[in-house]
């Protein structure tokens, strides 16, 4: 069975700090893919990051960036210079193969001015 | 016009009733998906679809169904909504299996 976990149920930042967010999952399969979403007050869904696991370089978007260790089985998103706009729910995802995306139960992240 | 449209998107019923949420996508995506998503435990599948003849369960489909009347659409019924199916309900479409999923911008269910 694909597991999820995320241990941080809520952080908090300071604006302009960077804050990692962790997240480790649980698997026998050897291709996967892994996903950071973001889910403001508005509740959309937001696609952060996307890391294969084939790809040993780490993956990056803007401030978003991941730290992605695979012996370990674990995916961290490191958010640099946070901004107001970050306060948010962010998930885990996790899939392999042609499966479905498994969720963690999500870690809220609050950015103080 | 958003790429994937959920209506309603906020919806009362009570104990007993039949409702159905609806999913429309203007992405040209053979995948759909239906989410529900509970407070301290993320997302778990209900349905997915790769194609208009395709429908399988997902973890949690007991006391609920889906009927894929097109490629753009997609709809989960409660036959006889319950309390703990109170929720927070998702769709969501894909391209291939190698992307991830764009997201509706969610249905709030609250059965009374």
């Known amino acids: 069975a694909q597991t999820v976990t995320q241990s941080q149920p809520e952080m908090s930042v300071q604006e302009a700090e960077t804050v990692t967010l962790s997240c480790t999952y649980d698997t026998s399969e050897s291709n996967y893919y892994l996903f950071w979403y973001k889910q403001p007050p508005s509740r959309q869904m937001i696609l952060v990051i996307r890391q294969e696991a084939y790809k040993q370089q780490n993956a990056t978007e803007n401030r978003f960036s991941v730290n992605f260790q695979k012996a370990a089985k674990s995916f961290s998103l490191k958010i640099s210079d946070s901004q107001l706009g970050d306060t948010a729910m962010y998930f885990c995802?996790?899939?392999?193969?042609?499966?479905?995306?498994?969720f963690g139960t999500g870690t809220r992240l609050t950015v103080i001015p | 016009d958003a790429d994937v449209t959920q209506t309603p998107r906020n919806r009362i019923t009570k104990t007993g009733k039949r409702i159905m949420l609806e999913c429309s996508q203007t992405?040209?995506?053979?995948?759909m998906y239906w989410y529900r998503q509970d407070p301290g435990l993320g997302l778990r599948l209900i349905y997915y679809s790769f194609d208009v003849k395709d429908i399988n369960k997902g973890e949690i489909s007991d006391g609920y169904s889906v009927s894929r009347q097109a490629q753009a659409k997609f709809s989960l019924s409660l036959e006889s909504a319950i309390p703990n199916q109170t929720a927070l309900y998702f769709c969501?479409?894909?391209?291939?299996?190698?992307?991830?999923?764009?997201f509706g911008s969610g249905t709030r269910l609250t059965v009374v």
């Open positions: 992405k040209g995506h053979d995948r």
């Open positions: 995802a996790f899939r392999t193969g042609a499966n479905n995306l498994f």
């Open positions: 969501a479409t894909q391209p291939t299996a190698n992307y991830g999923y764009t």
